[in-house]
């Protein structure tokens, strides 16, 4: 292995070196998304970030176990304990079985996954194929004593585990400021504490997806699937856990409750964050009238977009970020993101192409080690793409017969390419991913289909001009809409 890889670890608030606990294996949980409604874009960034982290961890020669899960059950809206599933609430509008829902929006989610080239994990666990692991999870917190049971749904005790651990660790506040900052107990007054959180909840009469246990017919409450899936799969330490930053302050907050007030340990040694999106400066939701999907990046129907982008740009523009700043979309910086990953990708094309001399002046070696050097940082993305320019411009200067470089070279130069764009950045040549090409275009002619039948007619022809425009005729027919090259 090359170097020594360090992380930045939200529980500490620094770079540490990264030491596993049983290597060459790792075990890395990340929690994924509540399937609802389509995956937004800040969803996409964290996956890609992770697949990256995913990938070079397994190119150092890790042999790694990720699991990253499917919330389909149990996660409330406004991300507290209160209001409707948001998964059954959806079903209700629609009229539809609530695992309706749940299919329709997870094969979408994987789908979009494809689309960017993210690896699948090797567990996705869900939630309500759970459970029963849930449940004995309940009962070990309350066996522990820091949880409570009012009429039939059971709450941790924030207060009474803050005695014996340090329930703000992650977020690095205490206790007396959290309880400053937090409104009162609103329609909540069975919990004894403002910090108190469900583990489980008795469901209303009305209430779609509910399962028996020992307290009442309920359903998990939303923290509770991370702490018990993580457990069953990667055991009561791992080594990595990660997720979006916006799910720090509680959601992880309360797994590291959870697992310490169950098993007496930190779940995990390196807990890892990525930031926010935001576009044009301003933070991206769909209040303001900023956000889009990434269909809509695809095709380029947003008021916001000049034009579509192809989805390896927009992977490429993600990685040209580190995961832990803030990433601002304008159509000036994917367009040059465009560029880029042209300039990067013809480079790959023209590297066999490449003739070797019998003396070179040129050494691959330092540049090899630059790449880990940025990738050892933190997973530096930026950086290492910075390095690939440089690569890039080497790959011309001996195709333009300017510089000279010998076989030794020429091949390191070549893994280097091979080892960096395709393995660990995990991009790929869309001009040669003919065989792709159907899926993305079937993809987009159902998002056309679904606009069709919501009666949006505008985005319905906006989508067929649009393909036509880049060379595409779309045919529809009772047995559906067909595609041929123009």
């Not at 829902?101 to 989610?109: A, C, G, L, P, T």
């Not at 997806?209 to 699937?225: A, C, D, T, Y």
């Not at 791992?238 to 007030?261: C, R, S, Y």
């Amino acid at each position: 292995m090359q170097q020594k890889l360090f992380i930045y670890n939200t529980l500490s608030r620094k770079k540490e070196e990264f030491k596993a606990i049983d290597p060459p294996l790792v075990g890395m949980y990340v929690c994924g998304p509540t399937v609802y409604s389509d995956v937004h874009l800040g969803n996409c960034r964290t996956f890609i970030s992770f697949d990256l982290i995913f990938r070079y961890l397994t190119h150092l020669g890790y042999k790694v176990r990720y699991v990253r899960n499917i919330t389909d059950a149990g996660h409330l809206e406004g991300d507290t304990d209160e209001g409707e599933d948001k998964i059954s609430k959806k079903a209700k509008l629609a009229q539809l079985e609530p695992m309706e829902i749940v299919q329709k929006y997870s094969v979408d989610f994987h789908d979009v996954m494809q689309i960017f080239n993210v690896k699948p994990p090797s567990i996705e666990p869900t939630a309500t194929g759970h459970i029963i692991e849930q449940i004995e999870l309940v009962k070990t917190v309350l066996e522990k004593g820091f949880a409570y049971e009012v009429n039939g749904s059971v709450y941790f005790d924030v207060e009474k585990y803050n005695q014996h651990h340090n329930y703000g660790i992650l977020s690095n506040r205490n206790l007396e400021d959290m309880l400053n900052n937090t409104r009162n107990l609103g329609g909540q007054e069975e919990k004894r504490g403002k910090l108190d959180f469900a583990l489980w909840i008795k469901a209303k009469p009305e209430h779609l997806m509910k399962w028996p246990s020992p307290w009442s017919s309920g359903f998990p409450g939303w923290h509770l699937e991370c702490s018990a899936m993580s457990n069953k799969y990667l055991g009561e330490q791992f080594d990595i856990h990660g997720g979006g930053m916006d799910l720090a302050p509680t959601h992880h907050t309360n797994e590291i409750a959870q697992n310490e007030a169950a098993c007496g340990k930190m779940p995990a040694n390196y807990w890892i964050h990525t930031n926010m999106l935001t576009v044009n400066g301003q933070k991206m939701s769909k209040s303001l009238g900023n956000s889009f999907l990434p269909q809509e990046l695809f095709s380029g129907n947003h008021s916001l977009l000049n034009k579509g982008f192809s989805p390896m740009t927009v992977r490429f523009f993600m990685l040209q970020a580190h995961y832990r700043s803030t990433l601002d979309f304008s159509n000036d910086a994917l367009d040059a993101s465009e560029k880029g990953f042209k300039r990067l990708m013809n480079a790959f094309a023209l590297a066999p192409t490449l003739k070797a001399s019998a003396a070179g002046e040129i050494e691959i070696t330092p540049l090899q080690q630059r790449c880990y050097e940025a990738m050892n940082d933190d997973f530096n993305s930026p950086v290492l793409i910075a390095e690939l320019f440089e690569v890039c411009r080497l790959v011309n200067s001996v195709h333009d017969q300017k510089l000279k470089i010998d076989q030794p070279n020429l091949e390191l130069l070549q893994q280097l390419l091979q080892h960096f764009v395709i393995d660990v950045l995990g991009l790929r040549d869309e001009s040669a991913a003919s065989d792709e090409l159907p899926k993305v275009l079937d993809f987009v002619i159902n998002l056309r289909s679904q606009a069709k039948t919501n009666q949006d007619y505008a985005t319905s022809d906006k989508i067929r001009k649009g393909l036509q425009e880049i060379g595409y005729q779309l045919k529809d027919s009772k047995e559906g809409t067909s595609w041929t090259k123009i």
